[in-house]
């Protein structure tokens, strides 16, 4: 993934440049960019909306064979829901029901819950938002951390020792290493729960249930982000060996200073910030990787629901995690963009001179 | 020193050329070391590996051998990983070469595209692709080559945007050659290496992605898949955790073997161009 995302973060920068040109300070920069992009953003989701609303269409059998199913019901009935529920109206028809109901912010009605799917996915959501922020810190800080201790001595043993050990843990299947975790930490040594997000039927409050849902997620969050952690290692070491060769680290060593002060305040802070862009692009990676994770430690999150949604038809529920998580990588990358406009100094040195 | 003499002396490249010539080895003599069906029922349920030499892995839940299903999971994984890798390879090419050759509208639109592909979570995408059309071999394989061919098309497309300035190009044009002549013909082949250069990563990727469908039950019923051997040793997680660790460890040295292979490739043909 990593050339992938080197030419993206590329990509970015440059339009992002480009895009702050016209303003000098941090504020308005990041307002005309908040502006630009959610234009932009609109005809992205446009996309998204009516692509996976026309794959979704392909499928065999609709809400109401499914609903038919769990419930039993005549043809008469069929016909009843079919019109009450609009599903016997054209596909363009529909589509345009559909966005028109997505402008209120609604998302329709769920059949498997026979409630309102928006109030489904929110229900689920900070699951998945706590397993994703927890497993990005870990893979973020660990990784940086390591690629920074990697690569303050290029070439070294620890530097090849870690860069090869990072590639083999990103060779490892998310799902797998949760596996290994649970034989390990939740069979063999009992230290930590098998699943779930908190005890079930306790009723814990404040810290105490804190301390349990953190609990829970140790191993959920360990198998999603040891994965990544590799690339921010590669990242940040790829990084750190770029900027050893400029010529302010040689000033820098010029002056006196200690290799230490060099390696922190110099060459790895200025290796940091591509590995700010690549949270944002890593964020539909990580959402990806969590609806397996969610699996295999029944945390009741997105990802699972999504499972539940494929494995009992219900389509326009699917469709509504789709574009959840859509907008979800929208408004990261928006943020991780706007720290980054906060983070660089250099556009806005560059503004001065134009 | 020519190239595969350089990947020769890279102790990395080598490890990784031998795991991968293990698993090609494995996929192909499948058959022939365990003709028959892989799924049927050979021994007693649950035997332990290294306890009957007939069986060194032992058997799973049904009695399957394990070493058998190995063996043909080898198979599955390395199909769908290089047919799911091509799919992405070309139609990224593809796409990343008309973005950037035809430029303004053409541009926009299948950047948008793009764009819109890579906000959704590929896992997703091919999850709701594989629910619909159904589980088979060719499903899973577009499945996954919907969520990866971004990555190709956008390194295509910067490399056409610097190629399509060049004097040969300006030179086709004036001969008259049709432009989808000069943007497939003349400019696609010389953006090709750095497109080919993300090949193992997505070849990985993409074994990752079939092994993570079949561990949820997507994958095609009909053959034995890694993720699906995971998945079937999962209900005995606590009595036989072999049963789901032995197929994880060979997915794992796969995708290592394939990163290291690949990376050693192109370390030592990007070191050949710099040289010349």
């Known amino acids: 993934m990593s050339g992938r995302t080197e030419g993206g973060a590329q990509a970015r920068h440059l339009s992002w440049a480009t895009q702050c040109q016209a303003s000098d300070a941090p504020m308005t920069r990041a307002l005309t960019l908040i502006r630009r992009r959610l234009v932009g953003s609109i005809f992205v989701l446009l996309i998204v909306v009516v692509g996976t609303f026309l794959l979704l269409e392909a499928a065999p059998g609709d809400a109401v064979d499914a609903y038919i199913v769990s419930t039993g019901g005549d043809a008469g009935m069929i016909e009843l829901l079919r019109h009450r529920w609009g599903l016997d109206q054209s596909e363009l028809t529909r589509l345009a029901n559909y966005l028109w109901v997505l402008l209120h912010l609604d998302l329709g009605q769920s059949v498997t819950f026979s409630r309102p799917i928006r109030d489904v996915i929110l229900e689920r959501l900070p699951n998945t938002l706590l397993l994703m922020v927890s497993a990005t810190a870990l893979s973020f800080g660990l990784g940086s951390a390591l690629g920074i201790y990697a690569g303050a001595r290029p070439g070294s043993f620890r530097d090849r020792f870690l860069s090869i050990g990072s590639l083999a843990l990103y060779a490892v299947p998310g799902f797998w290493l949760g596996l290994v975790l649970i034989v390990v930490f939740a069979v063999d040594l009992r230290w930590l729960p098998i699943g779930g997000i908190e005890t079930l039927a306790s009723d814990k409050t404040g810290l105490d249930r804190a301390a349990d849902i953190a609990i829970h997620l140790v191993l959920p969050v360990s198998a999603l982000g040891f994965i990544y952690l590799a690339l921010y290692l590669r990242m940040m070491r790829a990084g750190m060996a770029e900027v050893w060769r400029q010529d302010f680290v040689l000033a820098a060593r010029a002056k006196g200073l200690s290799r230490r002060r060099i390696v922190l305040a110099h060459v790895a802070r200025n290796a940091l910030l591509p590995l700010v862009t690549m949270l944002g692009l890593q964020s539909a990676q990580m959402l990806g990787g969590s609806v397996v994770i969610e699996s295999v430690f029944s945390v009741p999150g997105l990802g699972r629901l999504a499972q539940e949604a494929v494995a009992s038809r219900d389509t326009p529920l699917l469709l509504g995690i789709i574009l959840t998580s859509a907008v979800l990588v929208i408004v990261i990358n928006l943020l991780v963009d706007i720290a980054y406009a906060f983070l660089d100094p250099r556009v806005g040195a560059g503004e001065a001179d134009a | ?276």
């Open chain 2, 1 to 276: 020193m020519s190239p595969l003499r350089r990947f020769l002396r890279t102790p990395e490249a080598v490890a990784g050329a031998i795991l991968l010539a293990a698993l090609i080895a494995m996929a192909l003599s499948a058959s022939l070391l365990f003709p028959g069906d892989p799924q049927a029922i050979t021994g007693p349920a649950l035997l332990p590996p290294f306890q009957d030499w007939s069986l060194p892995l032992g058997t799973d839940r049904l009695g399957r051998d394990v070493l058998a299903e190995l063996f043909h999971g080898a198979r599955t994984s390395l199909a769908v990983g290089l047919a799911a890798a091509a799919a992405a390879l070309v139609v990224g090419a593809v796409v990343g070469t008309l973005a950037g050759f035809a430029g303004g509208l053409v541009d926009e639109v299948l950047m948008r595209i793009t764009d819109a592909f890579q906000t959704v979570p590929s896992f997703l995408l091919a999850l709701a692709f594989v629910s619909v059309v159904g589980p088979s071999l060719g499903v899973v394989v577009i499945a996954i080559a919907l969520g990866t061919w971004t990555g190709p098309a956008r390194v295509a497309r910067a490399e056409v945007l610097s190629i399509r300035e060049r004097d040969y190009v300006a030179g086709a044009r004036v001969i008259g050659m049709h432009p989808l002549a000069i943007a497939f013909r003349e400019v696609l082949p010389n953006a090709l290496p750095p497109v080919l250069a993300m090949s193992s990563v997505i070849v990985a990727a993409a074994i990752l992605t079939e092994a993570a469908l079949s561990f949820l039950g997507l994958g095609d019923p009909n053959r034995v898949t890694w993720g699906g051997m995971i998945a079937e040793g999962r209900a005995v997680l606590r009595t036989a955790p072999f049963l789901s660790i032995v197929p994880g460890i060979a997915l794992v040295l796969t995708v290592l073997g394939v990163y290291l292979a690949g990376e050693g490739i192109v370390e030592t043909t990007a070191v050949r161009r710099g040289l010349s």
